[in-house]
């Protein structure tokens, strides 16, 4: 779970409102991970591991539709907290919020950024 001081820094951003948001369920899915590995560094722990969590926790074990939801959810996050660690250097669990926010405000420059070479004229 994200501390108040955590989510104040991440509403801090500049990004806009639906990045802000992605960013929340990186971090949360961040958080997740970790709990379910023991541990808050090194790689992804284990389809098998996940699946072991989720079907301890009440809520999400009560209702099957919504564990295979999640379940599919968490495998997306752990894909993109992949790329993100791999880009970086790192491994996934490796991440913190700041790695996250950098990422998220890098790709949201990346968007907004004009290209290298402005376009030629057009044709004619």
Known sequence: MLSPDELQELEATLLPTLERHH????AH???TLQTIAGHASGGLPEAGAIE???AAQPV???DEGFAEAFLHQLDGVGQQLATIAAAAGREPLDLDLADLIHWATEEAD???RPPATPPGPPPG
């Open 52 to 54: 072991a969590w989720a």
């Open 29 to 31: 899915g961040l958080r």
């Open 110 to 112: 990346r968007r907004v």
């Open 23 to 26: 960013l929340r369920l990186l």
């Open 60 to 62: 999400i074990a009560a």
